[in-house]
């Protein structure tokens, strides 16, 4: 067996090691603890103090000083009414209260599907103070393949499901990836969606979904290089937020988008699906 590069394998450490940090941010996705839609009249949610309401185009708070509510963005306390204005699929973090320094708890105000509504993001639950990093399987340079990007020649809006089956999203394809796989006879081809200054991300379905990975995972790429050559490298296959908490509304494959090969590189699942809400 071919001895593995040490450079390669410490960048890939490098990645996760960052990729792990990310994560444990304080209010980031693993602090996430209720996603709950905003009603026509003002009404308590929870998990939050306060009464909520939205008029389809604005959010509207109103608190007393009991309720310890402050503005993230100020620290101002919020006495009173207060309101805010979204575009789909835009979020503010918006107030919080708390803990020893009243921003233990932060609301996200945010809009999905022309909609309202609250996620709590705790940093004392259990799924961000508990957090160890997420198990992957073991960096092995057969999974870094090189493949070429075919663009469109217009982005194409493909309908698709999400994390949250009542919000539904869109897959802005701009071209196709065409690879090969170790262990497979034959190409695949799967959609992908730019990122800032012309990077990709593919999202993608395969045969270790539900067994040792979450039921999808997404892959970063770098730029097209001028030949449309692009690098695939699977070991740095992440999940979703939603693999770690069932708040999230994060976007399913497009229908093509699955392998049908058991891709055993980048992350794992982190936990039984059966542990959410324990």
């Given at each position: 067996?071919?001895?593995?590069?040490?450079?390669?394998?410490?960048?890939?450490?490098?990645?996760?090691?960052?990729?792990?940090?990310?994560?444990?941010?304080?209010?980031?996705?693993?602090?996430?603890?209720?996603?709950?839609?905003?009603?026509?009249?003002?009404?308590?949610?929870?998990?939050?103090?306060?009464?909520?309401?939205?008029?389809?185009?604005?959010?509207?708070?109103?608190?007393?000083?009991?309720?310890?509510?402050?503005?993230?963005?100020?620290?101002?306390?919020?006495?009173?009414?207060?309101?805010?204005?979204?575009?789909?699929?835009?979020?503010?973090?918006?107030?919080?209260?708390?803990?020893?320094?009243?921003?233990?708890?932060?609301?996200?105000?945010?809009?999905?599907?022309?909609?309202?509504?609250?996620?709590?993001?705790?940093?004392?639950?259990?799924?961000?103070?508990?957090?160890?990093?997420?198990?992957?399987?073991?960096y092995d340079p057969r999974w870094e393949v090189t493949g070429k990007f075919e663009p469109y020649p217009e982005p194409v809006d493909v309908p698709?499901?999400?994390?949250?089956?009542?919000?539904?999203?869109?897959?802005?394809?701009?071209?196709?990836?065409?690879?090969?796989?170790?262990?497979?006879?034959?190409?695949?081809?799967?959609?992908?969606?730019?990122?800032?200054?012309?990077?990709?991300?593919?999202?993608?379905?395969?045969?270790?979904?539900?067994?040792?990975?979450?039921?999808?995972?997404?892959?970063?790429?770098?730029?097209?290089?001028?030949?449309?050559?692009?690098?695939?490298?699977?070991?740095?296959?992440?999940?979703?937020?939603?693999?770690?908490?069932?708040?999230?509304?994060?976007?399913?494959?497009?229908?093509?988008?699955?392998?049908?090969?058991?891709?055993?590189?980048?992350?794992?699942?982190?936990?039984?699906?059966?542990?959410?809400?324990?």
């Amino acid at each position: 067996m071919s001895t593995i590069p040490a450079a390669k394998v410490e960048r890939w450490q490098r990645f996760r090691d960052n990729r792990n940090k990310a994560l444990a941010t304080r209010h980031g996705w693993l602090t996430l603890t209720s996603f709950q839609w905003l009603e026509d009249s003002p009404a308590a949610v929870e998990l939050a103090p306060g009464l909520w309401s939205t008029d389809g185009t604005t959010a509207t708070l109103t608190a007393v000083p009991a309720d310890g509510l402050s503005l993230v963005e100020s620290g101002k306390p919020v006495h009173g009414t207060v309101s805010a204005a979204l575009a789909d699929e835009e979020s503010l973090m918006w107030v919080q209260f708390g803990g020893i320094d009243g921003a233990q708890i932060v609301v996200e105000l945010a809009m999905r599907g022309g909609r309202y509504a609250l996620r709590t993001r705790d940093a004392g639950s259990p799924v961000f103070t508990e957090f160890d990093g997420v198990p992957t399987y073991p960096y092995d340079p057969r999974w870094e393949v090189t493949g070429k990007f075919e663009p469109y020649p217009e982005p194409v809006d493909v309908p698709i499901a999400t994390a949250n089956p009542l919000v539904d999203g869109i897959h802005r394809t701009v071209g196709d990836v065409v690879f090969r796989l170790p262990g497979s006879g034959h190409e695949f081809r799967l959609q992908a969606e730019e990122e800032k200054l012309g990077a990709l991300t593919v999202t993608f379905h395969d045969e270790t979904n539900g067994d040792t990975t979450d039921d999808w995972r997404k892959l970063a790429l770098t730029r097209p290089r001028p030949d449309g050559s692009v690098v695939l490298d699977f070991n740095r296959a992440i999940n979703y937020p939603s693999a770690f908490t069932p708040y999230g509304t994060c976007p399913m494959p497009v229908k093509n988008n699955s392998l049908d090969i058991r891709v055993e590189a980048g992350e794992m699942q982190p936990y039984p699906p059966s542990d959410f809400g324990s």
